[in-house]
């Protein structure tokens, strides 16, 4: 029988056939952390390990609560610093070059047929480009700094087949959401995700991203697609055949799926569970007091490029605060240059720092008891992004900027 | 025997450690006072040690966090049995020596307040209810649990 996607990589890992089902002991190529590296870092001593086997392998970079919110985290931040140095870690990303999950696949980190794991459900966003990459605990990540490996089992593989074209209003986010939706928040667990689709050169690098990203929020250990020429394009490696990665025909699936993208709709994930997706049309006329648009889901120039077309020459309601957080420095850079600032500045909208932002609730932009915000990033769960009395609705950044200008929930399919 | 504390689905980790307190707690005893605090806030008062937690699918899932382990670990819980885990949480729970077991049975026969214990040598769950056996867990996993965690078993690696 033929090999899936992740039965390749791992069988080439481990240096010997392995199917799913199996649990192995593999080297990743890369091991990501981040805020949290203050506290892995302390598990060094309990482990009885003073040096990480490879610091080449790891990449470290502050996105979380960055800059310091308070002197708990600056000493947090402080302590990482000294780490990096001491271990002499080059990978190291300081307070504002962007998010996590950005950077990995910005710094080509992530690689077609790489392994890398993460101390970060969302690791799962580096699969866009065709790596296997999945989230691990923080135990876990100090493991295979100190060893150099970790136990996996190589996941079963579910197929998600897309044909047809998305509208000009509904994006990556909304197939995402929209596919939450049907199979719950535990519809792949375990299982690794495979998109794919008939032709797939109508999904950047960066809608896979979004859809590799929120992989995690259906539980998947990891989702990919197999890399093409969009990939080798977008890795300045036009010509490279990665064809070797693709699922055989005739590999195992547990289940597949398809999905017509002419049908998909905006759609809106209500509080506080991201499979609680409801066309926005139906949520339409919810007010709302915030509305933010980055994270490593929704951060990226396409993404900003979209709000702009949406906000150019309109404003933001007086009564939303409109956050946005470009998910990069180099990503920012490009929206000044492309005078998307500048648009979105003009709408109303506060320009704040690359990063995380109010996404985990720690700062910039909590939310009061009963406020309501609604976000392109990945959760809505209870009390998130500040008091459990407030509520987050997630939607793509078209619905986003269409919400943040009419103050409510608003479809964004009058500005295309 | 402990109490069974039984939950419903997609029990997830802002309700078992709140992403508030993520930055702010690093004592495991303290976590263990915010344990379900916002889902059950009566659960950290009322836990007692060998206490087992029985919840329905996707149990743990949203973060990576640790400290939702633990503070379960540290409020006395002694397993975890659900109809199914979030897999970061599983890896979590192995490696911080909390045995997560996923009977789907067992959990449609328990109810809130039933007694339960956990067997993993013999690998059966015995309850008020009747018993309930699970395939042995693979041998890398059974080790570290043996070792009470993953930290314990690398520093006997790291000892040798
Ligand atoms: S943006 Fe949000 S989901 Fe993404 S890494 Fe940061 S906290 Fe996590």
Redo the contacts between chains.
Sequence with gaps: MGKTFSEKVFSSKAGRDVSAGE?V?LEPDYILTH?NTA?ILK?LP????ARLKYPERAVVVLDH?TPAADS??AA?HKSIRAFVAEQGINNFYDVGRGVCHQIMVEEHYAYPGKLILG???HTTTAGAVGAFAA??????A??IW??GEL?LRCPETMRISLSGKLRSYASAKDLALTLIGRI???GA??RAVEFSCENDDQFSVSDRMVLCNLAAEM?A?NGYFAPDETVAEYLGETGSDFSHLRSDADAHYIEELAFNLAEIEPVVAAPH?VDNVHPAVELAGKRIDQALLGTCTNGRIEDLRTAAIVLEGRTVSSHVRLLVFPASAKVYRQALDEGIVRTLLDAGAVWMNPGCGPC???HEGALAPGEACISTAN?N????M?H?DSEIYLASPATVAASAIAGEIAPPEEYF | MGRVFKYG??V?T??LF???H???V?DPLEMAQHALE?LDPAFAKEVKPGDIIVAG??FG??????QAVLALKYAGVTAVIAE?????YY??CI??GLPALALPEAVSALNDGDEAEADLAAGVVKTSKGDFSFAPL?P??QAILDAG???EY??K???R
């Design positions: 649990i002991t805020d506290a598990k309990e482990i009885g390990a609560v708990t985290h947090n101390s970060d459900s989230g691990i605990g923080r135990t876990e100090a493991g100190v060893t136990w719950g928040a535990d667990i375990y539980g250990k569970a985990l609730g720690a959760r769960f209870k009390g998130r500040g459990p | 689905d997609d997830n802002d309700v709140p992403g508030k993520t930055y702010t690093s916002d699918s996707n899932c949203g973060s990576s966090r640790e199914s885990f979030a897999r970061i890896r979590n490696n911080s693979p890398e996993v965690g993953l930290i690398l520093r690696r790291f000892a």
